[in-house]
DNA sequence: CGCCCGATTGATAACGCTCAAGGCAAGTGG
DNA sequence: CCACTTGCCTTGAGCGTTATCAATCGGGCG
């Protein structure tokens, strides 16, 4: 369980009362949801393996990808307003997550101070992470938000042990169309061109940066 | 102090110390910031009288207008995450704000139930706001744009009391367009696209909103 | 094998940006 | 008190980025 994200910073012996809550686990298959858009809020869930989408519904039907959570990374935190989840969580590749009740974690928080700490921090970050994604839809152009998209992905696979360099998309080009603000062929033209350039190679979904700084400069 | 944020929810007897913890105020004149991206991380604010704009900034110096905080709303909560502020914070107008120091509050939080929740709740929410904004952003036309935030300044204004279809816009249109993620010039002329067709009236900064169902269905 | 989904690439058009000019209101200094 | 400056808003013209529409291609799956 060290790999997933609730337990970071956490005291030796708080970490068995955190295992004790989190003991369930869900597998989620691809293109199946998590949880939908109105259910009732009762759990948060950290993404074991594999990935999984956010995505928002207009009330016109429109949609449009808000998250991309990749394997340790925390699910579920857009109930905790409402008590209802206002966004659907689908899986882009068969995943499995680790189910952690949010009332018992709120008990578990007034008791130790670091299982507060840790689920502030959460909560934080996915604070902090929207609004630079609002940055990136408000202000960059096409090519400035695919080549941030890919930096972001790479450092989160570094973050977790995996190569920065070579990855897997597992979204389609809608998906990331969706989540970068822009239209599929957009980014299908912004991928080729960075390939054209020689910044990254590309088969597919099959991505491999070459040139960080060239993704950097712009 | 009823009026504010963080007491909603909760039980009478729980008032006088959260009163205890936020005595302590602050004012801001227009123009000048509450804090700064980088600066560490120890109050939240609840915005007492006024209203303030948050600004995040590229490393290349552009920026953009991440939130809006009126009277009444929370303010501050982009520190949370790396006990860093990752944004400014900036008065759009002579202002006033509680301060609430963070440590205090999250001791508090470990007594009291509800007021864990009520902070709990006031993150959650900013978490919602800020994906229907990434929506907004991702997938509105310039139109549908001033029309959403026309109708969502309306509603909070409504919320604390004030009228719903008469108010004072206290940022200038570039401010409006940078948190919108258009220009100024688009911000001004869907403003007179919409007078000019009798759903608002317009004075400047000061709007009326004569036909709310024309703005609901962009 | 044939079908369908996803990706690529091109042509065209539109939406919104940029640049520019002009106006209005408030503040400043002579 | 008036000329001048300054900041903000409005409106127009032209252009560029990106969306849309369309055709083609390839791979996976029934």
Redesign the interface.
Known sequence: MRHLCMPQGLAADEIPKLEALVCTARTVKRGSTLYRSGEPFSNLYAVRTGSLK?V?T?RDG?E?V??IHLAGEALG??????DTH??HAVALEDSSVCIMPYDAL?AL??ES?SV??RL??L??????R??????L???LNAEERVATFLLDVSERHAKRGYSPSKFHLRMTREEMG????MSLETVSRMLSRFQKRGIIEMEGKLIRIADFAALRSM
């Open positions: 956010t928002l207009h429109r449009q808000t998250g935190l857009d109930g905790i307003g409402e206002t966004c709120k928080c007034r101070g507060q700490q502030h921090k909560m934080g970050e996915q604070i902090v929207e609004t630079s994604h609002m940055m839809l408000g202000s969706s989540y970068l603000g």
